[in-house]
């Protein structure tokens, strides 16, 4: 180990995300992490090659089974992936992660992205990872042609490579090549680390008895049963081992405040047209009376308020002679009108038939009377050349008195604005008004 240390603190950049591959294919995911996070922070401080290392990273965190966190993580190397190579190996490990996450139409369609890429079956990482995703998906002849593949391009090197082999041997019905497979596993188990060094004698036992081979496969199981009470006995989590878990826990929470971020950004956007949707008129963009009935609640709560109901005299008419297209601009243009001059706290509404509502707050009647006034002058000065008449507004006014509820309050309202509307165009009429 103190060669290999020496060794490791004079690497490259890119040297130490081979020597990560190698310890994480020897079985020691903890020091490949630490080798992967050391290269990372390099690449990152010189703006090199990222994904690799985020590549790498989230592989590490499928195994653990953290797939929630792998997929983030696959996510961003996706988005930094310089080549097609990084981009097949996002793609397997999305996949990989989604198709556990139960997205399996989601997780094909990447899958069948990846295996487009003429070089998978050149780089024994890349057939490493498809035939992961091919045991996930229980297609376990492809996945053990694709894991043998990736030994004979990595020379034999690999416990975590061995043991995926006897285990997918393990649910086919053919021996054929097992005992070769036996025999490189076999010879794998000096380098192998305590965490798959049980799972890999527990399938070199279960390959025994497949072969037949009774004694050795007795001789597998007892060595499993040390191991396990040899683990039992292992010391806690190293010092340095910790701040590696610590160092890669900071890096992963940062990705994903970027993506809750963007999460809480897409959230924030769909309840804004769900606002929209509930709570708007889809001609002029104001409130719409569905509003107004949730708010009465509230504004009730002021005792002094005035309620305005408001008609545009001409709507019968111009839809009926000019059509809905005019109609619905003439409505706008009022509307509009209504936005400029009514005030910010005031609560404006379009209701039907091109009528409007507005109550506001803490208002006398001379204070109302000036901004219907206001109102009126400026619908006065809209350009009407093209309509057979100039648009004029009617209005109907109430002020509200104690014990007053909401439907009550708007049926007086509704009384004015009749009142005002049979009285002439333009007219303005308080409820109690002869």
């Known amino acids: 180990m103190s060669l290999i240390r020496e060794l490791y603190l004079g690497v490259s950049v890119m040297e130490k995300l081979a020597i990560g591959q190698a310890l994480q294919r020897q079985g020691h995911p903890k020091r490949a992490m630490q080798a992967y996070l050391d290269g990372l922070a390099q690449v990152q401080q010189s703006a090199g090659d990222e994904a690799a290392y985020w590549l790498a990273i989230a592989d590490l965190e499928h195994e653990a089974e953290q797939f929630t966190t792998a997929l983030s993580l696959h996510q961003r190397a996706l988005s930094l992936a310089r080549c097609e190579k990084q981009q097949c190996a996002a793609r397997l490990g999305l996949a990989a992660d989604l198709w556990v996450l139960g997205e399996q139409s989601t997780a094909l369609a990447l899958q069948q992205k990846?295996?487009?890429f003429d070089g998978l079956h050149e780089?024994?990482?890349?057939?490493?990872?498809?035939?992961?995703?091919?045991?996930?998906?229980?297609?376990?002849?492809?996945?053990?042609?694709?894991?043998?593949s990736a030994a004979a391009l990595n020379d034999g090197d690999g416990i975590v490579l061995h043991?995926?082999?006897?285990?997918?041997?393990?649910?086919?019905?053919?021996?054929?090549?097992?005992?070769?497979?036996?025999?490189?596993?076999?010879?794998?188990?000096?380098?192998?680390?305590?965490?798959?060094?049980?799972?890999l004698l527990l399938a070199l036992a279960q390959c025994c008895e497949r072969l037949a081979n009774y004694s050795e496969a007795v001789q597998f199981y007892q060595a499993a049963l040390s191991v396990q009470?040899?683990?039992?006995?292992?010391k806690k989590t190293p010092r340095r081992l910790?701040?590696?878990?610590?160092?890669?826990?900071?890096?992963?929470?940062?990705?994903e405040i970027e993506l809750l971020r963007h999460s809480n950004a897409q959230q924030i956007e769909q309840v804004r047209r769900l606002e929209s949707a509930t709570y708007r008129d889809a001609l002029t963009g104001l409130h719409n009376l569905r509003y107004l009935q949730a708010r009465w609640d509230e504004l009730l709560t002021c005792h002094s308020l005035c309620l305005i109901h408001m008609g545009v005299d001409q709507s019968t008419h111009l839809r009926d002679v000019m059509g809905d297209e005019v109609a619905n601009d003439s409505a706008l243009r009022i509307a509009n009108v209504l936005r400029r001059c009514c005030p910010e706290e005031g609560v404006?509404?379009?209701?039907?038939?091109?009528e409007f509502r507005l109550v506001l707050l803490k208002t006398s009647v001379s204070e109302v009377n000036v901004l219907i006034q206001t109102?009126?002058?400026?619908?006065?000065?809209?350009?009407?050349s093209q309509l057979p008449e100039a648009l004029t507004l009617s209005v109907g006014c109430t002020a509200f008195k104690e014990g007053d509820k909401a439907d009550v309050l708007q049926l007086r309202a509704d009384l004015a604005l009749?009142?005002?509307?049979?009285?002439?165009a333009g007219a303005i009429v308080w409820e109690g008004e002869a």
């Open 418 to 424: 009749y009142l005002a509307m049979r009285k002439g």
């Open 375 to 384: 109102i009126q002058a400026e619908i006065a000065l809209l350009d009407c």
């Open 163 to 199: 043991l995926a082999i006897l285990q997918t041997y393990l649910q086919l019905d053919t021996n054929e090549g097992l005992a070769d497979a036996v025999m490189l596993a076999k010879q794998s188990l000096e380098s192998s680390h305590l965490h798959h060094q049980e799972s």
């Open 123 to 148: 780089d024994p990482v890349l057939l490493e990872e498809s035939a992961r995703l091919y045991r996930l998906q229980q297609q376990w002849r492809p996945a053990l042609q694709q894991l043998r």
């Open 242 to 255: 910790l701040g590696v878990e610590l160092k890669l826990q900071q890096t992963i929470s940062g990705i």
């Open 114 to 116: 990846a295996l487009t």
């Open 229 to 234: 009470t040899t683990q039992k006995a292992t």
């Open 348 to 354: 404006l509404v379009a209701a039907n038939n091109n």
